[in-house]
T-cell receptor, first 112, second 113 residues
Framework: DAGITQSPRHKVTETGTPVTLRCHQT?????MYWYRQDPGHGLRLIHY???????DKGEVSDGYSVSRSKTEDFLLTLESATSSQTSVYFC???????????FGSGTQLSVL | GQQLNQSPQSMFIQEGEDVSMNCTSS?????WLWYKQDPGEGPVLLIA?????ELTSNGRLTAQFGITRKDSFLNISASIPSDVGIYFC?????????????FGQGTTLQVKP
């Protein structure tokens, strides 16, 4: 357990509104990731970070942005939420590029 | 993008039976990880594999890193009701230097007492 806290755990919002999800870790892991989970798709990578202020896109990054101003916090922002972004979002952290990933408990986001 | 094919998609078994599931890829992976997810929770790491041919156990669970580096297997022996959940394989591509994992679609396991 890497001491990962995601907030909020649940959120309902309306189409077109901005949404920010937060991931906080206490293990000083360098790498942080945002995944989304949808039925039939497993977990798909949205964005990741390899250090403070160092981020890059994953396979489903359209409509999302991220920021990492401190080692312990990784924020995921939906600038203008759409119904297709209804999903469960997971944050994960890892110590190095060949290390295990540890996951938070997820955020259930519903966009109406 | 790269994909992992995980099978079977679901299993419904009797308590005490053994379970096998596998993951295959068209490209080489450096690392294979197996996770279990309970409802409403994030995936929890079960076993990590780092070398081709590696066989690793964790209690009743055994996983193997395929010799071709394109597949991995997870076996659960003598299943019990608390084994219920979704099992995911995850692989780290050989070309990756970012640490990111690619996930299979998951195997949903149900155990009948």
């Amino acid at each position: 357990d890497a001491g990962i806290t995601q907030s909020p755990r649940h959120k309902v919002t309306e189409t077109g509104t901005p949404v920010t999800l937060r991931c906080h870790q206490t293990e000083n892991h360098r790498y942080m990731y945002w995944y989304r989970q949808d039925p039939g798709h497993g977990l798909r990578l949205i964005h990741y970070s390899y250090g403070v202020k160092d981020t890059d896109k994953g396979e489903v990054s359209d409509g999302y942005s991220v920021s990492r101003s401190k080692t312990e916090d990784f924020l995921l922002t939906l600038e203008s939420a759409t119904s297709s972004q209804t999903s469960v979002y997971f944050c994960a952290t890892g110590r190095g590029t060949n290390e295990k990933l540890f996951f938070g408990s997820g955020t259930q986001l519903s966009v109406l | 993008g790269q994909q992992l094919n995980q099978s079977p998609q679901s299993m419904f078994i009797q308590e005490g039976e053994d379970v096998s599931m596998n993951c295959t890829s068209s490209s080489i992976f450096n690392t294979w990880l197996w996770y279990k997810q309970d409802p409403g929770e994030g995936p929890v790491l079960l076993i990590a594999l780092y070398k081709a041919g590696e066989l690793t156990s964790n209690g009743r669970l055994t996983a193997q890193f395929g010799i071709t580096r394109k597949d991995s297997f997870l076996n659960i022996s003598a299943s019990i009701p608390s084994d219920v959940g979704i099992y995911f394989c995850a692989g780290r591509p050989g070309s990756s230097n970012t640490g990111k994992l690619i996930f299979g679609q998951g195997t949903t396991l149900q155990v009948k007492p």
